[in-house]
């Protein structure tokens, strides 16, 4: 027992001199304790592992974190630093985040980034009545790309589709009847009754259209038979053609009118309209010759066409054909002679000839009064100085009490060739 308590002092001291710390450890005077190694003072330091002159490597980033498209190595940079002595040298580069974590992807809403919508769309707003929107729907679908949605498939762009109401027929909504009376005869002879003849038919209005009516019927009267007005039966029009006025120069025109009047039972109506004049007569002159001597003169022939029941007959008289008749040149003339139809109304006081030395320009004005009425018509002469070879254009008005003055008659021009 005495010698293993020995043993175990021994084995005591050993341990405490085998725990001294290095630290405590000797070093000759111009050495240092490095690393449990005892080099010259100021020579060969390391950096805690890595010796003197060695170097240290690391991954350095321009930003902390990148978009979720994107990827960190894009914006790194490798670094290196070396131990000079014991003292680390500044890291090369400059980046200066040791991490770099790539940013998570933005939803669109309620739908992550990879995520997809869908829809129907259609490519009508509305189809008609009777018609489905099925027919013209279509799927789309949508993606979610970091909170950007792509464009939806397809081409439809109506998001709702209506189907239209249906049409009405007039006043009449889609599915109403529509109902009437109809007849088998359209008369029936005086003592009879027309609801011995009668038929209720209806039509049903679908979508704007009405359905043929019911029944077989097509008369929608009935009447007792009644009295015709001679010739013309009951409830049928007698015609005639009647006229504006009795009489007009010739460049104007018969205007008339188609008049009617309806028979009912034995009695006709007033007529329509309201011209008055059962007929009109179109006047106009005519000459012997187209040129005559100076001496000669020419010799009018006064020509009546009368219009009657739509039609006009022929030129009485007709024995002149010449429009216009022309004298040969001479020392002048001293005057100019007119006939024209007269006119009817009641306040007629007189006429006036209207002379111009240029179409539709007068300048002289001859009041030539009411001449007498001879074979129909009226004539009046004006007196003045014409030149020979000269034309002269003349046209008449007439005039009644009050300053009433018509508007111009049918122009006429005149040569003189005295």
């Not at 111009?356 to 300048?363: L, N, Q, R, V």
Request: with cysteine; hydrophobic share 30%.
């Amino acid at each position: 027992m005495k010698n293993l308590s020995r043993i175990i002092v021994f084995l005591f001291i050993l341990l405490l001199v085998s725990c001294v710390p290095e630290a405590n450890k000797k070093c000759k005077e111009n050495e240092v304790l490095q690393n449990g190694v005892c080099v010259v003072n100021g020579q060969n330091l390391s950096c805690g592992d890595t010796p003197n002159n060695g170097t240290e490597s690391r991954t350095a980033y321009s930003v902390s974190s990148v978009p979720s498209s994107q990827s960190c190595s894009t914006y790194q940079q490798s670094q290196t630093r070396t131990c000079t002595n014991g003292v680390w040298s500044a890291w090369s580069g400059t980046y200066q985040n040791l991490t770099c974590t790539v940013q998570a992807a933005s939803a669109c809403g309620n739908t992550a980034s990879g995520g997809t919508e869908s829809r129907i769309a259609y490519s009508l707003s509305s189809v008609p009545y009777g018609q489905s929107c099925s027919t013209y729907q279509q799927s789309q679908t949508r993606t979610c790309t970091n909170g950007v949605w792509s464009a939806w498939s397809g081409v439809y762009q109506n998001l709702t589709c209506t189907v239209q109401a249906a049409s009405a027929c007039g006043s009449t909504a889609n599915g109403g009847t529509e109902s009437r009376i109809a007849y088998s005869v359209s008369s029936v002879p005086s003592g009879q009754s027309c609801s011995a003849y009668q038929q209720s038919q209806t039509r049903t209005c679908t979508n704007g259209v009405w359905s043929a009516w019911s029944g077989t019927y097509q008369n929608l009267t009935c009447v007792q038979s009644a009295s015709a007005c001679g010739n013309t039966a009951s409830g049928a029009y007698e015609l005639r053609t009647m006229y504006q006025v009795a009489n007009v120069s010739e460049g104007s025109t018969c205007v008339s009118q188609i008049q009617q009047r309806l028979c009912t039972n034995g009695q006709f109506g007033s007529w329509s309209g309201t011209y008055t004049q059962t007929k009109c007569t179109v006047s106009r002159v005519r000459y012997e010759q187209a040129t005559v001597a100076v001496a000669g003169g020419c010799h009018p022939e006064t020509q009546l066409m009368t219009c009657e029941a739509g039609l006009c007959g022929a030129w009485v008289p007709n024995h002149y054909s010449y429009a216009s008749c022309v004298v040969a040149a001479g020392a002048g003339c001293t005057q100019v002679s007119f006939s024209w139809t007269p006119n009817t109304e009641s306040i007629l006081l007189g006429y006036k000839i209207h002379q111009g030395d240029a179409s539709m320009t007068f300048t002289k004005h001859h009041d030539v009064g009411l001449p007498a009425t001879v074979n129909n018509l009226v004539g009046a002469t004006v007196t003045g100085v014409f030149e020979s070879g000269k034309t002269y254009y003349f046209a008449a008005t007439a005039y009644g009490s009050g300053n009433v003055e018509s508007g111009y008659s049918a122009q006429v021009s005149w040569t003189c060739l005295e």
